[in-house]
């Protein structure tokens, strides 16, 4: 559950009055690179409203309907290479970097900004496993295709097939972070699924018992 601490925020200053305290989950779900977490969250937190990365009325939320709500993803990830599609703040691409260092990602941002933050981010965390490019996810050229492809809060489910499908492999993976409309998103996109070949498309539920509002995540393999 989220019961909180205080004890690894830190610091001082408006940051510390208004972010949300880590909740007890965060260790867990992070393991070892809890570290790198906790700075990733506290530079979204002193810097993503400046920069136009997240809204006025996030920081009292940021772990929760954030950080932790991309991190209990993870465990779908498999080390190989992984597309974040319309990355942003890095929600969930630099995340999941962190809590999977054994694999390796690719985070598709058109935005100049948002792909600055990206890359001051990979350098000042130091994550060897990330990669930035700047580009629609259209027009990205990848030399080799990607074993899975996330994104979260981008489209509709019948709108990201034709953006994220064409990036993966035979046998990938889309591993796309959804609402409570998952389902229906699904049903909805019955023509996208056959005609880019999805398999095995499910809906998964995350986190229950563990954050208090779950993630629901799209799962579909391409072939």
């Known amino acids: 559950m989220t019961d909180s601490t205080d004890a690894t ?23 070892d ?26 920081l009292p939320r940021l772990w929760s309907r954030h950080i932790l709500n991309c991190a209990i993803v993870a465990p779908l990830m498999k ?20 809590a ?7 985070l598709i941002e058109p935005m100049e900004r948002r792909v600055a933050w990206l890359a001051e981010q990979v350098e000042e965390l130091g994550l060897d496993n990330v ?9 990205v050229r990848l030399e080799t295709p990607l074993d899975q492809v996330t994104a979260r809060a981008v489209s509709a489910f ?27 998103e699904v049903e909805a996109a019955s023509k996208e699924i056959r005609r880019f070949k999805l398999s095995d498309v499910e809906v998964l539920t995350l986190g229950d018992g563990v954050l208090d509002d779950v993630t ?4 579909a393999t391409v072939r």
């Open 100 to 106: 999977c260092p054994e694999s390796t990602f690719v």
């Open 131 to 139: 990669e930035v490019v700047r580009a629609r996810a259209e027009d």
């Open 158 to 184: 019948r709108k990201l097939i034709p953006l994220t499908a064409p990036l993966v492999r035979d046998g990938g993976e889309l591993v796309l972070m959804k609402g409570a409309a998952a389902a229906a």
């Open 216 to 219: 629901r995540v799209i799962r």
């Open 79 to 98: 080390p190989g290479r992984v597309g974040d599609v319309g990355s942003g703040a890095g929600l969930p691409g630099l995340v999941l970097a962190i």
């Open 33 to 58: 690179q809890i570290d790198l977490a906790r700075q990733f969250t506290r530079n979204l937190a002193e810097q993503g409203e400046e920069r136009g990365l997240i809204g006025p009325l996030e």
């Open 9 to 31: 925020n830190g610091g001082a200053g408006a940051t510390d009055d208004v972010l949300e305290l880590e909740p007890a989950a965060a260790r867990e779900l992070f393991g």
